[in-house]
């Protein structure tokens, strides 16, 4: 495909409301990973995948955020009960390998989460 | 702790000037350095990596183990690359999944070229 597909683009959730949030990686990148990214910061790191296996989730910041990447390739990002705190753009990257192996990680444009 | 410091929220120098983007990073080993761009309206890519020593659109940058630093310098400024610059770190090493695979990032510095 052409890169990275996220959707949707933008979104508006009512605080309390539990948002879905898709990522269609490069075809064939076994890596995936998901980024929060606040207004006026740098992009911090929520969850990685190597293929179905979610290898690292230590950056998620509460139990309302869940992942999954069921077959391997594409991921959605759950958020429950949202909070405004959570208003940021959430990107998903994705690499061919293993980025600690050389694999260069592309970005997707981003989901705009605004909570109201 | 890990982290990625870019000082300054805003570079503004003018076309032809010499640019350096300062990255100071902390870190409890051996990391990879990297440097992204966000130009306009587009996504987040890769600028070039440490590993690499290449040159992309001119720019070079020199991972400093002493100073921790891992500066992003062009001799003579463009207006094109007017955009975000995010300095990052991996922690390197290369075992197989873990955390070593993730990036962690500066707050970034927005260059603004003026013609």
């Known amino acids: 495909g052409a890169g990275v597909s996220q959707s949707p683009r933008y979104k508006v959730a009512k605080r309390g409301q539990d948002v879905a949030l898709r990522c269609d990686p490069i075809s064939g990148h076994v890596s995936l990973f998901w980024y929060q990214q606040a207004l006026g910061q740098g992009p911090e790191f929520l969850t990685y995948f190597q293929n179905e296996a979610q290898l690292d989730k230590s950056g998620l910041p509460s139990d309302r955020f869940f992942a999954e990447r069921p077959e391997g390739s594409v991921s959605t990002l759950k958020i429950q009960r949202t909070q405004q705190e959570d208003s940021a753009v959430y990107l998903c990257a994705s690499s061919l390998g293993s980025p600690s192996s050389g694999n260069t990680i592309y970005f997707g444009e981003g989901s705009w989460l605004t909570v109201v | 702790a890990q982290r990625v410091t870019q000082p300054e929220k805003l570079l503004s120098v003018f076309k032809g000037a010499p640019v350096e983007l300062k990255c100071n990073y902390s870190?409890?080993?051996?990391?990879?350095l990297f440097w992204y761009v966000q130009y306009s309206r587009q996504r987040l890519q890769l600028l070039l990596r440490?590993?690499s020593r290449e040159s992309i659109k001119g720019f070079t940058a020199d991972l400093n183990k002493g100073e921790t630093s891992f500066h992003l310098k062009k001799p003579f400024a463009q207006e094109e690359d007017s955009a975000m610059y995010y300095c990052?770190?991996?922690?390197?090493?290369?075992?197989?999944?873990?955390?070593?695979?993730?990036?962690?990032f500066g707050t970034g510095t927005l260059l603004a070229v003026q013609p």
């Open positions: 870190y409890s080993g051996s990391p990879e």
């Open positions: 440490h590993i």
């Open positions: 990052a770190l991996s922690g390197g090493g290369g075992f197989y999944g873990g955390a070593t695979n993730k990036l962690i």
